[in-house]
């Protein structure tokens, strides 16, 4: 048996990631070179997780999970909106009034969609598939991941 992370644990992972880099960015000064680059980190990483998540989770959870439906749904939904932040925070400079509140407002909604997603997508997800299916979903993710730093941006 594998001792490599299944699909849950591969998420779970990103979303330690994503909270540490939130809090180095909110312990980096208002308006520094800095914190746009943990911005931009933060973002490429966000980006990656949710298509991730879309791609490989979302489709078993709908079909396998019982509600799996509705919980996909509201997953999506944070999918969007932290998607809009993350637009409108490329549209800016750090040192814009308006970046800290679209940071805190992110911030915000990507704690409150990993809480949600810990609690009860991914227990659901635990329950209703079984161990082999989620360490294949999470080689799968491994291997799609290395395909993409493989090719670079």
């Known amino acids: ?32 070179a800095t914190r746009g680059d943990l911005v ?27 509600d799996g439906g509705a919980l996909v749904f509201s997953s999506i939904h944070d999918h969007l909106a932290i998607g ?13 009034p308006a970046f800290t509140t679209l940071l805190s407002g992110l911030a915000d909604t990507v704690r409150r969609h990993m809480a949600a997603e810990e609690k009860g997508l991914f227990p659901a997800a635990r329950k209703a598939l079984p161990a082999s299916a989620r360490a294949a979903l999470g080689e799968r993710v491994r291997a799609d991941r290395a395909e993409v730093a493989e090719a670079g941006p």
Do not use: K
């Open 84 to 96: 809009q932040y993350l637009s409108d925070l490329q549209s800016l400079q750090p040192g814009d």
């Open 1 to 32: 048996m594998s001792r490599r992370p299944d699909i849950l644990g591969e998420f779970t992972a990103d979303h330690r990631a994503v909270t540490d880099l939130l809090t180095r960015i909110e312990e980096t000064p208002d308006g520094t």
């Open 40 to 66: 931009a980190r933060l973002t490429d990483l966000l980006f990656t997780h949710c298509a991730a998540e879309e791609e490989h989770l979302f489709p078993v959870v709908q079909h396998d999970v019982p």
